[in-house]
C-alpha cells in the first residue's frame, strides 16, 4: 500500500508536481547553503518558519529564479493561475499574495513556503534520498571523514565550528585528533568510517568515499580521466576558434584601415604590402577557425556518445573496469561522425529521468516547446567583449547534443548516480547468502 506522502504525491497533475519539484529544489538549496555557512563557522539564528519562504513573484519586470526554472520546464502560468491555490487547499504548500508599495506604485508579490507534507511528497514521488538521522554525520562532516581515512597517518584541516564539534567535539571518543586545525583520524573514526560507510553512501551519493574492505572502485579514476579528457578536448577546441575569430576580426579591421588609406609612391607601396598581409591574415584565421570549429564538433559528439555509454552502465550496475573504459571510448569513436545517440534509459530518479529525457527529446525533435520563453531569457544574437564579437554558434543540433552532454555529465560525473543507484548495502542484501 502506498505512503499517505506517495498518496498525495500521484494525486497532483503533471504541472502540480513539476511546480513542487521546483518549489522543493529551491528550498533544499537555501537548506544546504544555510548548512554549508554553518559548518564553516557563519551563524544565522532565523528560523525556518522565515528563511523557507520563497519569492514566486516580486514586484518589477525581473523574473525570480523560481519562475526561470518553471519557464525551463515550459509550465508557466500568466500570474500564477490556480496551481498554487490548488496546492494550498492540499496542504503541500503556503501561500502569501499580497500588494506591496514600491517606487512606481503599487505591485504584487507572491512567496511561497512548502509544509511538511509537501516536502515528504516530493521526496516519496521523486525517489529523493532517505533524511540522514539523529547522530550521523552531515554532508560536509562526512566528506571530511573521508579525507581524513584517504590521508591517515597524515594530517587534513578541518575548518568550521560545526565540522569540529561533529568530528571531535561531540563524539566520545572523537573521530578525529589534533590542534590548531590540522588533524588526523583516530581509532574511533576508523570505527565509524568502517561501520557507517554503507550508510553514508547511500546518503550522500555525491562523495566518493573509497570501501574500507578494499573493494574496487565502483567508479574507477581512469574512467574519470576518460571524461574528463574528452570534455577537455572540447574546451580547448572552443578556446582555439575563440582565439582564431579574435585574429579573423583583427585582420579584417587591419585590411578596412589600409583599404583607406591614400598615397603615392613609396607611402602606396607601402599600404599595399600592408593590406596584402591583413587580407592573407584574415584568410588564414578563418580557416583555422573553420578547421577548430570542426574539431569542436567532433569533439561533442564524441563526449556525447561516450556519456550515453557510462550513463546506460550507471543504471544498469555493469561493472566499472577497464572494460567499461575501453566501452567508453569505442562509442566516443564510433560516434564522432554522428549526432545521433542512443536514447538514455529511464533510471527510476524522478530528478534525473525528467532532465535527462527533456534533453535527449530536445535533441531528438520529439519535445517541442509550447511557446517561446520569456523575453528576459531570450539570448542575445551576439555579444560583445572589448570591440569582439563571439565565434558563429555551432547549428542547433550541435547545441542541442551539448546540452544533453552536459546535463548527462551532471550525473555521471565521479559515479555519483551509480552510487545512488546501487548501493554497497543495496548489493550485500541482493547476493545469495554465504557470498
Known amino acids: 500500500m502506498a505512503s499517505k506522502a506517495q ?15 521546483v518549489l522543493y529544489d529551491h528550498d533544499q538549496a537555501v537548506e544546504a547553503a544555510r548548512a554549508q555557512d554553518a559548518a564553516a563557522g557563519y551563524y544565522d539564528d532565523t528560523p525556518a518558519s522565515v528563511w523557507r519562504w520563497l519569492d514566486v513573484i516580486t514586484p518589477g519586470t525581473k523574473l525570480t529564479s523560481v519562475q526561470r526554472a518553471l519557464a525551463l520546464k515550459d509550465v508557466r502560468d500568466d500570474g500564477t493561475g490556480s496551481t498554487l491555490q490548488a496546492l494550498q487547499r492540499y496542504g503541500l504548500i503556503e501561500v502569501r499574495d499580497e500588494v506591496v508599495e514600491t517606487r512606481r506604485g503599487k505591485s504584487r508579490k507572491v ?6 507534507a509537501g516536502r ?23 566528506e571530511r571523514l573521508v579525507q581524513l581515512w584517504k590521508a591517515d597517518p597524515a594530517t587534513v584541516r578541518i575548518w568550521g565550528h560545526n565540522t569540529y564539534e561533529a568530528l571531535v567535539g561531540r563524539p566520545s571518543p572523537p573521530y578525529a585528533e589534533g590542534r590548531d586545525g590540522d588533524y588526523r583520524i583516530t581509532e574511533a573514526g576508523r570505527e565509524h568510517y568502517r561501520t557507517r560507510w554503507a550508510r553514508y553512501v547511500c546518503l550522500f551519493p555525491d562523495v566518493a568515499a ?24 572540447i574546451e580547448l577546441a572552443h578556446r582555439t576558434q575563440w582565439t582564431a575569430h579574435r585574429r579573423w576580426e583583427e585582420a579584417q579591421r587591419d585590411a ?4 583607406a588609406s591614400r598615397g603615392a609612391g613609396a607611402e602606396a607601396q607601402w599600404h599595399t604590402l600592408l593590406l596584402e598581409q591583413a587580407q592573407a591574415r584574415t584568410e588564414l584565421a578563418l580557416a583555422h577557425r573553420e578547421q577548430a570549429t570542426q574539431e569542436a564538433v567532433v569533439a561533442i559528439r564524441r563526449y556525447a556518445h561516450a556519456l550515453c555509454t557510462a550513463f546506460t552502465a550507471s543504471v544498469e550496475g555493469s561493472p566499472a573496469g577497464t ?4 566501452a567508453v571510448v569505442a562509442a566516443a569513436d564510433a560516434g564522432q561522425d554522428s549526432p545521433k545517440v542512443p536514447k538514455p534509459p ?5 530528478r534525473v ?10 535533441l531528438a525533435g520529439t519535445r517541442t516547446r509550447k511557446r517561446p520563453l520569456p523575453k528576459q531569457m531570450q539570448p542575445f544574437a551576439r555579444s560583445v567583449w572589448k570591440d569582439f564579437t563571439d565565434p558563429p554558434a555551432h547549428d542547433l543540433v550541435v547545441r542541442r547534443l551539448q546540452d544533453l552532454s552536459w546535463t548527462l555529465a551532471s550525473y555521471v560525473n565521479g559515479g555519483a548516480l551509480r552510487r545512488e543507484l546501487h548501493p554497497p548495502a543495496a548489493r550485500a542484501e541482493a547476493s545469495p547468502a554465504g557470498t
Open 111 to 116: 512567496t511561497v513556503q512548502l509544509t511538511r
Open 210 to 233: 573509497p570501501d574500507p574492505e578494499g573493494a574496487p572502485e565502483p567508479w574507477p579514476a581512469e574512467l574519470q580521466r576518460t571524461l574528463d579528457r574528452m570534455k577537455g578536448a
Open 256 to 259: 578596412g584601415k589600409h583599404t
Open 323 to 326: 572494460d567499461l573504459t575501453a
Open 7 to 21: 498518496a498525495a504525491w500521484d494525486a497532483l497533475n503533471e504541472r502540480q508536481q513539476a511546480y513542487m519539484t
Open 120 to 142: 515528504a511528497a516530493v521526496r516519496a514521488g521523486t525517489k529523493e534520498p532517505g533524511r540522514r538521522r539523529t547522530g550521523e554525520l552531515s554532508e560536509y562532516a562526512w
Open 346 to 350: 529511464l533510471c527510476g530518479l524522478h
Open 353 to 362: 529521468d525528467t532532465a535527462v529525457q527533456e534533453a535527449y527529446g530536445t
